[in-house]
C-alpha cells in the first residue's frame, strides 16, 4: 500500500513538473512573441520614416532638377546676350578704329597746318634783306640798319683796338667758324665787318683817293656794300700780315674754301664775277643750308636765282 502511494506520489510529481515546464515554455513563447511584436511595430516605423525620407528626397530633387532647368535657360540666354554684346563690342572697336584713323588723319593735317603756319611766322620775323642779292641797280636803302648788332671779341680782330660790329644773331656761327680754324691751326681775323652807309661811303672816298677811278671796281658804289647788312665780314691772316694781296694763296683762304659753309659763310665775289673784282677776304653769311648747297654744287651766290637763294631764308639761322 505504502508503496503505490510512493509510486502514486512520485507520478503526480512528475506530472506537476511536466505541468510547470510547459506552462513556463508557453510564457516563455508568448514573451518572445511580444517582443517580436514590438521590434516589428519599430521596424514598421522605420520603414515609414524612411519612405517619408525618400519622399522628401525625391521632391526635392525634383526641386533641382527644375532649378537646374532654369538655370541652363538663364545660361543660353547669358550666352545669347553676352555674343550680342560681343557683336556690339567689335562694332564700336571697329567705330572706335575709324574714328582714330580719322583723328590721326585731322591731327596729321593741323599738325601739318601749324607747321606751315611756324614757317610763315618765322619767315615774317626773318629780315627778307638778309638773302637778297645786290646790284648796282638794286641795292639796300640807305637808311637800312641790322636789327641788332654785337662788337666781335677784340681777340678775333687784326686790329685789336678797333670796334667792330657784326648781326648778333651770326655771332655764334662767327665764333665756331674761327674756334674750328684754330683748331686746324689756322688763323683768321676780322678786319671789317658792319658798315653803316655813312661810313661805307667814307671808306669809298678812302679808296678813290687811293686808287681814283679804279675803285669803283673793288668798293661797292657810294655806301652801297653787302657790309651795310651785318652779316658780312672781311677776313685776313696773320700768316699773310693781314694784307687783301694774296690772301687766296694763304692756307686760311684755302681752309676758308673747304670748311667757311659749315659755318654758313660764302664767298661773295669770286674769280671773274660779273660784280666786282675778285674778293677772297670778302665772306658772306647765308646760314648753313645754303652755303653746304653753294659749296657742294661749286656755285656761287650771285650764280642762283633769287627764287632759289629765298627758299633757304626761313632756315638761315638755324
Ligand atoms: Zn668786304
Redesign the pocket.
Known amino acids: 500500500m505504502v508503496r503505490k502511494n510512493i509510486v502514486l506520489g512520485i507520478g503526480m510529481a512528475v506530472v506537476l513538473v511536466l505541468l510547470g515546464w510547459g506552462g513556463y515554455s508557453l510564457w516563455r513563447l508568448h514573451q518572445d512573441k511580444l517582443a517580436l511584436q514590438t521590434r516589428v511595430t519599430k521596424l514598421d516605423r522605420s520603414v515609414a520614416g524612411l519612405e517619408a525620407e525618400l519622399a522628401r528626397v525625391n521632391k526635392d530633387n525634383a526641386s533641382l532638377t527644375d532649378f537646374l532647368e532654369t538655370e541652363r535657360t538663364k545660361n543660353s540666354d547669358l550666352n545669347k546676350s553676352l555674343e550680342t554684346e560681343q557683336n556690339n563690342n567689335s562694332n564700336l572697336a571697329q567705330a572706335l578704329q575709324a574714328e582714330q584713323s580719322r583723328n590721326n588723319a585731322n591731327f596729321n593735317q593741323l599738325q601739318q597746318l601749324s607747321g606751315t603756319v611756324g614757317t610763315l611766322t618765322k619767315l615774317s620775323q626773318t629780315d627778307r634783306e638778309l638773302l637778297q642779292k645786290y646790284s648796282k641797280v638794286y641795292f639796300l636803302n640807305e637808311n637800312y640798319v641790322p636789327s641788332q648788332l654785337t662788337a666781335i671779341n677784340p681777340q678775333y680782330l687784326y686790329n685789336k683796338s678797333a670796334a667792330i660790329q657784326i648781326h648778333t644773331s651770326v655771332v655764334p656761327f662767327l665764333m665756331r667758324m674761327f674756334t674750328a680754324a684754330a683748331g686746324d691751326g689756322i688763323n683768321l681775323q676780322v678786319i671789317?665787318g658792319y658798315r653803316s652807309f655813312g661810313e661805307q661811303a667814307a671808306v669809298k672816298t678812302g679808296y678813290k683817293m687811293s686808287y681814283g677811278s679804279g675803285a669803283n671796281k673793288f668798293s661797292a658804289d657810294q655806301g652801297y656794300s653787302?657790309?651795310q647788312l651785318g652779316t658780312?665780314v672781311?677776313l685776313v691772316t696773320s700768316e699773310n700780315k693781314g694784307s687783301f694781296t694774296g690772301f687766296d694763296k694763304t692756307k686760311a683762304y684755302a681752309w676758308l674754301v673747304s670748311n667757311a659753309h659749315r659755318f654758313g659763310f660764302a664767298l661773295s665775289y669770286p674769280k671773274g664775277n660779273f660784280y666786282y673784282i675778285y674778293?677772297p677776304?670778302?665772306w658772306r653769311f647765308v646760314g648753313t643750308t645754303l652755303a653746304s648747297k653753294l659749296h657742294d654744287s661749286n656755285q656761287h651766290f650771285y650764280d642762283l636765282t633769287q627764287r632759289e637763294i629765298s627758299q633757304h631764308l626761313v632756315s638761315i639761322f638755324d
Open positions: 671789317s653787302e657790309h658780312t672781311d674778293e677776304w670778302h
